[in-house]
């Protein structure tokens, strides 16, 4: 059996050039750092980063019924949506589980933007595709044709205002406008996954490599830095930002991912409505929580969790989060023991260490 090579960046051989290290990452080699981690992590609490996030699936919804289709096979309400607004959803299961995370982007009632995970997209598209119930609209697979940066920081607009004629001030959190960045046509969004300010610019692929460039050569002065997956994830942990395969997934609810925001049992029937409403009516079994680790040794995903004793889960997330200067993380608990200031130990290596539920998100970014 041969095989399977990752797929590459666009932006592969320009983070050769930076002095990337590279990681295998959803079937991608994406860079991990380039300087270091914490500098890069730092550099987009107090300045600005830029990451290429070309490995996440770009998924197009066309059709008279894009709208009902989208809302059959999502929690959210996006009907609610206006045009060029964007929503945080699922796709769920019949049992409420996740399908999937993803944003949705709404040009017109029958034009959708789906950014969804790297490794689910093809599962994606399919799931949409096969729970059709007769609406007229397709599902298009557009994430080799758009590439995708992320710029995050304080000083991501100022960067960002430079190189364009959209005014950003205009772009609320979770909306986008259409226009050029340095020249090339992008959508420009207001979102982002470190919990700073910070735009997506979905890019054509043949012209990804001019932006991220000229990005990089605007932002010199601000103190931006390209930025890999590492402080992606200790930045997106810091600001409790769940990660699929890891936080959540096909075995996990909504209810039990402290998602239930995104869950509106009263817009309709959808795929996995009647299982999340007998699950808030009967209650919980569980629930994912933050933690911080009262020891010098972080707790990394996959750590054994005990209450008296027994193990009751694992870590999901974990991680010395550098803005914070603190061990972090998230785990599933069992629901009686949810409660903030509640004790558990966690088992690094040979030894247990004490382990507290806080309040998330750990990091709130300052409001200007």
Not at 121 to 137: L, M, N, Q, S, Y
Not at 206 to 211: A, F, I, P
Not at 245 to 268: C, F, N
Not at 318 to 343: D, M, Q
Request: proline share 4%; with cysteine; charged share 25%.
């Amino acid at each position: 059996m041969v095989a399977t090579q990752p797929k590459r960046s666009p932006l592969h051989e320009t983070h050769e050039a930076l002095g990337a290290r590279f990681t295998e990452f959803a079937g991608w080699l994406m860079p991990l750092q380039y300087t270091g981690a914490i500098e890069e992590h730092l550099a987009v609490r107090t300045a600005a980063g830029l990451f290429d996030v070309s490995h996440m699936g770009r998924l197009e919804v066309r059709g008279r019924d894009a709208l009902a289709l989208i809302q059959r096979v999502t929690c959210n309400d996006a009907a609610r949506l206006r045009d060029h607004q964007v929503q945080y959803s699922a796709l769920t299961t019949e049992r409420g589980t996740f399908v999937d995370d993803l944003t949705i982007y709404r040009f017109r009632e029958d034009h959708f933007l789906l950014c969804v995970n790297a490794a689910n997209r093809e599962k994606d598209a399919r799931w949409i595709r096969e729970h059709r119930a007769g609406e007229e609209a397709e599902v298009y697979d557009l994430s080799d044709e758009l590439a995708q940066l992320a710029l995050q920081g304080p000083a991501a607009s100022e960067i960002l205002q430079s190189l364009t004629e959209v005014q950003l001030d205009h772009i609320r959190s979770y909306w986008f406008e259409q226009g050029e960045v340095a020249g090339v046509p992008c959508v420009i969004s207001r979102t982002g996954y470190t919990g700073e300010d910070g735009f997506e610019l979905y890019v054509p692929v043949d012209s990804v490599e001019w932006v991220w460039n000229r990005v990089l050569d605007a932002g010199q002065a601000a103190g931006l830095k390209p930025c890999g997956l590492a402080a992606r994830n200790t930045l997106r942990l810091e600001a409790r930002m769940l990660l699929y395969g890891h936080d959540m997934d096909e075995t996990t609810t909504v209810w039990e991912a402290d998602l239930g925001w995104i869950v509106k049992l009263e817009k309709g029937d959808f795929i996995g409505r009647d299982a999340l409403r007998r699950q808030k009516e009967e209650g919980l079994r569980r629930k994912l929580v933050g933690f911080q680790v009262h020891d010098r040794a972080p707790a990394r995903e996959g750590y054994p969790v005990l209450i008296q004793g027994r193990v009751v889960g694992q870590v999901t997330s974990g991680s010395y989060a550098p803005f914070l200067r603190k061990n972090i993380g998230l785990t599933y608990l069992p629901i009686e023991y949810t409660s903030i200031g509640t004790r558990f130990q966690i088992r690094v290596r040979e030894r247990e260490v004490e382990a507290e539920v806080v309040p998330t998100p750990f990091y709130k970014r300052p409001r200007s």
